[in-house]
């Protein structure tokens, strides 16, 4: 609505409001799968046991999304449709390994999240055709824990800066298994696929974090923002937001996930 207001969005001819189909707004677990209907607000998932439990960083995430009038009206379904690559709540979605279920008229699919996005602010969904559901995220078992950390400016509501979120399994003092997302990390929302091999298999040091850093600076392209930061800035506090939220999502996965 505000793009259009404002004109940074071609004229449309309709506007529906999908806020009261009781499927895209419910947060329930299905077989082995936690769904959210992409028209859940994000204040509700933020304040959301069941999401709590099995997606904590999308919680952590949600609930840093701009402000609470934005929050209780603002949908998971329009920060991931935006494809912004630093947005908070598809970042944390990238990392908890979710798929996205897209409708048209005769189908459903289900897509992961990464082949939602062609370009910055680009998507791949057919708009006017296909229509976002909702989206299936794989349930947290013993040992698994999720961690979502951001830095921004120092107003409430600021965009981020960077946010970082980390999935990890913990088994026998190392990391069984890891999935690492950070924004912006490059065009469109980034998976950093050469970090988490880096860190595989390893225990959580100091020089395997060291060792995976310099990965993540290697294989994510930082940008400059005029109104948020350089990319040589990025570069200098990713380190440290890094390391973070590998050892709160390193904590997690014995206490309490």
Request: with cysteine; hydrophobic share 50%.
């Amino acid at each position: 609505m505000l793009d259009l207001q404002q004109g940074r969005h071609a004229p449309v001819h309709t506007l529906v409001d999908l806020t009261s189909i009781p499927e895209m707004t419910v947060i329930e677990v299905r077989a082995d799968e936690l769904f959210i209907g992409a028209a859940a607000p994000l204040s509700r998932i933020a304040a959301s046991t069941l999401a709590g439990q099995h997606a904590q960083a999308l919680v952590e995430a949600c609930s840093l999304i701009a402000g609470p009038q934005v929050r209780s009206v603002a949908t998971l379904g329009g920060n991931v449709a935006h494809a912004l690559p630093a947005a908070d709540g598809t970042i944390a979605l990238l990392a908890l390994d979710a798929q996205a279920e897209v409708a048209d008229l005769h189908d459903r699919r289900r897509v992961p999240l990464a082949d939602l996005f062609v370009g910055p602010g680009e998507s791949a969904l057919n708009a006017g055709r296909e229509l976002l559901v909702g989206f299936y995220i794989p349930l947290c078992a013993a040992y698994q824990a999720s961690a979502f950390k951001r830095i921004m400016r120092a107003q409430g509501i600021a965009l981020p800066i960077l946010n970082l979120v980390v999935w990890l399994e913990r088994r026998a003092g190392r990391i069984a298994n890891i999935r690492i997302a950070v924004g912006p990390g490059g065009p469109v929302p980034f998976r950093a696929s050469a970090t988490e091999k880096a860190l595989n298999g390893k225990p959580l040091t100091a020089e395997a974090v060291s060792a995976a850093l310099d990965v993540l600076l290697q294989e994510a392209r930082f940008r400059t923002s005029p109104q948020r930061a350089s990319a040589e800035y990025r570069k200098h506090i990713v380190g440290g937001l890094f390391k973070d939220t590998l050892e709160t999502a390193w904590t997690r996965a014995v206490s309490d996930r």
